[in-house]
T-cell receptor, first 110, second 116 residues
């Protein structure tokens, strides 16, 4: 089976930086996704890490350590619209099947 | 990214009736489609994996006779919730996968089902 852990809730201030961690235990690891989901909407793709290291994409960056079973999503220059749930998902095998963590609800305050 | 269209966006049905949800990949062929269910304030739970032309693979605890999945073509998969009950009220989301290893699966918009 797969075990994915991420914090339930986080709060940060507008303009600040926040790091959302995700740890996982899985067999046949292929890659790790981060998605953003606003209430009542479908998830939207943020990043996909296959190899170790940091990938930067605008205000969002994602890091992966395969040996440690660890990833984080880094959000810079936080905006109010970044308030959402952030889902960590692990993909195993080669069929695109993803298992999701429970999500981290981020609240950005003025 | 590729576009996946899911229809309807929301539906209200009476208890005991059946509801069909469609998931279409508009600009690519999806060898595999996944159906997820999400209850309020919970994460996405995989219900089943659907491969074109073959029977769906259901996750443990998901009733295959209640949640009928058909993947008749490389661009269309359907989920039919049969004899719906209020506890089936949920957000149902599909994702479509092209089949190339290392690429993402693309999500539909989701369907909000309310059974009254």
């Amino acid at each position: 089976g797969q075990n994915i852990d991420q914090p339930t809730e986080m709060t940060a201030t507008e303009g600040a930086i926040v790091q959302i961690n995700c740890t996982y235990q899985t067999s046949g690891f292929n890659g790790l996704f981060w998605y953003q989901q606003h209430a009542g909407e479908a998830p939207t793709f943020l990043s996909y890490n296959v190899l170790d290291g940091l990938e930067e994409k605008g205000r969002f960056s994602s890091f992966l350590s395969r040996s440690k079973g660890y990833s984080y999503l880094l959000l810079k220059e936080l905006q109010m619209k970044d308030s959402a749930s952030y889902l960590c998902a692990v993909t195993s095998g080669n069929a695109g099947k993803s298992t999701f963590g429970d999500g981290t609800t981020l609240t950005v305050k003025p | 990214g590729a576009v996946v269209s899911q229809h309807p966006s929301w539906v209200i049905c009476k208890s005991g009736t059946s509801v069909k949800i469609e998931c279409r990949s508009l600009d690519f062929q999806a060898t595999t489609m996944f159906w997820y269910r999400q209850f309020p304030k919970q994460s996405l739970m995989l219900m089943a994996t659907s491969n074109e032309g073959s029977k769906a693979t259901y996750e443990q605890g998901v009733e295959k006779d209640k949640f009928l999945i058909n993947h008749a073509s490389l661009t269309l998969s359907t989920l039919t919730v049969t004899s719906a009950h209020p506890e089936d009220s949920s957000f149902y989301i599909c994702s479509a996968y092209q089949g190339a290893s290392g690429t993402e699966a693309f999500f539909g918009q989701g369907t909000r089902l309310t059974v009254v």
